[in-house]
């Protein structure tokens, strides 16, 4: 059942295909082949599931075999031919038996009436077995032999036996017998014998692989499902992305319980399904449409209809003693043995039958239950408003988890059940609002906007509407402005019209979220004038999000601690309902990181537009880190879905984040081909937010290229000298770009200025990364070596690294300037490590020549005498595991640690260390330890 499309091409290899996470059955198999040609055989049985790709590993070894020019002999088990003498050894011998002539006269008997070649009574298996070697020895005897016997399970008793008579026998011939079975139902003689070879479920690193080779772009919703679904099973790793219509693939809308499985995935538990009394197929799909989202348990402490309906327990017997499903240890309830068997059983059953299930199901759970109203609607054809009502409410609760996509559904569906016209106007504006503060793809969206369109807007929902309008034309269109007049318009009726209903509860402070992002994004006054004018009336969160925002040299002050404050105080419903606003102010005070388990929870709501969002943020965040691999993968990643669901403003900002490091790492050409895609898209829409980072990218990218000219151009277009302006927040990311770039072309006045204009500003007292930066910027202008140490001292400043390695450089040159070339070593040394680890060539170039001027090595790798007492104890065990060649995931994985948390602590421990790269941990922690 596994098939071919488990495989993924070998480059330089054209011939023999790797099967993924097969690597070491592929090892043994290609092993036995080669001493097969050696003369030596072996018996092999491959043993696993359905579906777990023993047929794609018994077509491998058949391309490899036929590489190495054996002669291959198959069979396949039939369940039809199970009961026929002799049916399989039939379909391994035929091609053979022109050699009959050759055996002797009591064994070519026995072998021609075994295989109904000559008439005659059913002979004795010794003697077939006998017959049979002797055969496949003669065949053997021209060439090797590569005999292939595919569900052994299926095959028929008689031929088993001899199968079973030649593993011991082959050793001695050039043959390899190679069978694949199932565990259930494997006869025993299978397994005398032969080597067992377990055939395993994937790894989940190993499923992704398999479904982006298949299925590239296929949305990460989508992935994640799958790979919950399948469970490492290949077959339906590579089915379940085939049977997704385009807008489940590209993650338009959430994927249903459960999945399509197809007809080859239903084939899988088809044969077992089938053969169930009724009254067990019918407990089988209570069970499978009973568990939460299709996955495989029943929940604790909740009403079982399933339980329920096995009466005396002889259906649920059934269903155990099949394999199908096994008893809750707690619960008793019936608990599938695998997510496909739920999806099978629903595939495979009447529609009517599971419309049924679904009545039955929500009649036995209270009214209140939130997958009540959800099998009632599946349940339900035609008109019922009691139906649609139940399911508003279930949408409501919903949407107060900020379940946005899940409700809107719900309330769509409301809409399509509702008997009186004037609810299904209100449900259908709902589900439309919904939708798009859930950052439905636009197609989607369209869809449930065409929908409204088609029937009056009552007019208390008309701002409600409109936001929807809004949100649309903003993700649409060339124009931001238009569609942030309108939301603009929205606060200015927002005095006369009602509150919306609990559900929409963040519907205004996600408007604020939006038209400051729009506001930063444009600098359009007429927008900020509308915030100012109304932001007395936005909850605490969305106030601090606007003074980080509006003018932060002058109304951020003690942001950081009324963030850190603010998100102390929330509910966990408060929390979901402010993600975006929590996530734009941590993004303007640069301190994503500095609330990790806010960002973990955000994170894990199911909702794209959050998880996106999430996943922009935290892409910066690890920018300003040093995380930079994550970086560039993260940005990749959501540019590419942002493309798929017609985001275009937040593909591009991911492009503005992989800017910096293309800059950082002096890499031009690509930034080159970056700006190409960027800047007409941004200059057309006059985003000043995106322009300006793309100056940024060019200052960053001359300074390492020590084009100073260059660097002050492209950081005085963000802000000139002296000035802080107020609608420019963003004026750090060129800040200490300009103060250098003054400095090295003899503007020291203009430095000078933009210093003194950052402390009376006092933008320290805005964010830790502020007050860094600033410390960075005076020891950089003024060249006082106290400035210098008090900045290398800053709290956190390690942090940031990129800007902690600039400090170091610049104060080594200014000691090697100064005559102290000996002092000058150890700052110009941490910053060459920095940057090279970092993979800023240009900078790390910059380094490495100061450092030769003072009579230094910049590659030399000998450790610091005390490096191993400067290691934190998660540092030490880290770099420990690192050193004996463990990756980050590997590491993560024995720590309980996230991979990026361990590339953190490995970019610290470089430096302490005084090395460079991975390879060199092993010898600086002996010196380390030796030291010690």
Request: hydrophobic content about 45%.
């Amino acid at each position: 059942m596994g098939g071919s499309g488990f495989e993924v091409a070998v480059p330089g290899t054209p011939d023999v295909r790797a099967l993924v996470g097969r690597e070491s059955e592929c090892a043994l198999l290609s092993d036995a082949l080669d001493h097969a040609v050696s003369g030596t055989g072996s018996a092999l049985l491959l043993r696993g599931q359905a579906g777990m790709g023993k047929t794609a590993l018994l077509e491998w070894a058949v391309a490899r075999a036929e590489v190495r020019r054996m002669r291959v002999l198959r069979m396949a088990g039939a369940p039809a031919e199970a009961d026929l003498a002799y049916a399989a050894l039939h379909q391994v011998l035929w091609p053979l038996l022109d050699g009959t002539t050759g055996l002797p006269s009591a064994q070519r008997d026995a072998l021609e009436r075994a295989l109904g070649v000559r008439e005659g009574a059913q002979p004795d298996g010794f003697a077939v077995g006998d017959a049979t070697l002797g055969l496949l020895s003669r065949a053997a005897a021209h060439r090797p032999l590569l005999v292939v016997l595919d569900d052994l399970h299926c095959c028929d008793t008689t031929s088993a036996t001899v199968f079973g008579s030649l593993q011991d026998r082959v050793t001695e011939l050039p043959v390899v017998l190679l069978a694949a079975t199932r565990p259930e139902g494997m006869p025993v003689e299978a397994a005398v014998g032969s080597d067992i070879v377990d055939v395993p479920r994937l790894t989940d690193e190993q499923a992704r692989l398999l479904v982006e080779a298949h299925r590239p772009g296929l949305e990460e919703s989508a992935v994640e499902r799958i790979l919950c679904e399948a469970q490492g099973n290949p077959l339906a790793l590579i089915e379940l992305p085939r049977q997704l219509d385009r807008v489940s693939h590209r993650g338009l809308l959430p994927l249903g319980a459960p999945l399509p499985v197809g007809e080859r995935l239903a084939d899988v538990f088809g044969s077992r399904i089938n053969t169930l009394s009724r009254a067990a197929r019918h407990l089988l799909l209570l069970t499978a449409l009973g568990t939460e989202s299709g996955h495989d348990h029943v929940l604790a402490g909740e009403p079982d209809p399933a339980a329920d309906a096995a009466g005396d327990g002889h259906p649920q017997r059934e269903l155990v003693e099949s394999g199908l499903a096994d008893t809750h240890p707690v619960t008793g309830r019936p608990r599938l043995r695998h997510p496909l068997i739920g999806s099978c059983a629903v595939h495979l059953a009447p529609p009517s039958a599971v419309r049924e299930a679904h009545l039955e199901l929500a009649g036995a759970l209270p009214e209140d239950h939130p997958r009540h109203a959800l099998h009632l609607a599946a349940g339900t054809i035609g008109a019922d408003e009691t139906v649609a009502l139940r399911l508003e409410r279930a949408a409501q609760a919903m949407a107060l988890r900020r379940g946005d996509i899940e409700a809107a559904r719900l309330y769509a569906r409301a809409a399509a059940l509702s008997e009186d016209p004037g609810a299904a106007a209100t449900r259908r504006i709902m589900a439309a609002s919904l939708a798009s503060r859930g950052s439905a793809a636009l197609e989607h969206l369209r869809h449930l906007m065409a929908e409204v369109a088609r029937h009056p807007v009552p007019a208390e929902l008309a701002p409600i509407h409109r936001f929807s309008i809004a949100f649309f034309q903003l993700h649409e269109g060339s124009d931001l402005r238009t569609p942030a007049s309108l939301m603009a318009g929205i606060l200015d009726g927002l005095d006369a019209a009602p509150r919306p209903e609990e559900a929409l509860a963040g519907l205004w402070d996600y408007l604020y979220c939006l038209l400051i992002l729009v506001a930063v994004y444009t600098g359009d006054e007429d927008i900020w004038d509308a915030l100012d004018r109304h932001i007395h009336l936005a909850s605490p969160l969305a106030r601090l999000c606007h003074d980080v925002w509006k003018d932060p040299a002058r109304t951020a002050h003690g942001a950081g601690d009324r963030l850190r404050d603010l998100l102390a105080g929330l509910t966990p419903e408060q929390e979901a309902q402010s993600v975006w606003l929590i996530l734009w102010t941590a993004v303007g005070l640069n301190a994503v990181g500095e609330h990790p388990a806010v960002l973990e929870r955000l994170g894990r709501q199911d909702v794209w537009g959050t998880r996106a969002f999430v996943n922009l943020v935290t892409c910066r965040d690890d920018v300003l880190a040093g995380r930079w691999d994550n970086a560039l993968r993260s940005a990749e990643r959501g540019a590419r879905e942002s493309v798929a669901r017609g985001f275009e403003l937040h593909e591009m900002t991911h492009h503005l984040h992989t800017g910096f490091i293309l800059a950082a790492r002096g890499d031009e050409a690509a930034l080159d081909a970056l700006h190409e895609r960027l800047g007409p898209w941004a200059r057309k829409r006059e985003l000043r937010f995106l322009t300006d980072g793309m100056h940024a990218h060019r200052s960053l990218l001359a300074l390492g290229a020590q084009d100073y000219e260059e660097a002050y151009a492209h950081a005085a277009a963000v802000t000139p000298a002296g000035r802080l302006p107020a609608r420019v927040p963003w004026f750090q990311h060129a800040f200490l770009d300009l103060v250098q770039a003054a400095i090295h072309t003899g503007r020291h006045a203009q430095a000078r200025a933009h210093v003194d204009a950052a402390v009376a500003a006092e933008i320290h007292l805005i964010s830790a990364h502020h007050s860094f930066v600033l410390a960075v910027a005076r020891a950089v202008e003024s060249q006082d070596e106290a400035c210098f140490r008090a900045a290398l001292a800053h709290p956190g400043s390690d942090r940031w690294p990129m800007e902690k390695a600039r400090l170091h450089l610049a104060y080594g040159a200014q000691l090697r300037r100064g005559g102290h070339r000996k002092a000058a070593a150890a700052p110009l040394l941490v910053a060459h490590r920095t940057f090279t680890a970092l993979g800023a060539a240009l900078w790390a170039a910059a380094a490495a020549r100061e450092l030769r001027t003072v009579g230094h090595d910049p590659h030399r790798t000998t450790p610091r005498p005390d490096a191993w007492h400067h290691l934190t104890a998660q540092e030490r065990r880290i770099t420990e595991l690192a050193a004996a060649g463990l990756t980050n995931r590997e590491i993560g994985n024995r720590l309980r640690l996230s991979p990026r948390t361990v590339g953190a602590h490995l970019y610290k421990a470089f430096p302490k260390l005084g090395v460079t790269s991975r390879a060199a941990l092993s010898h600086a922690l002996r010196g380390g330890e030796d030291s010690g």
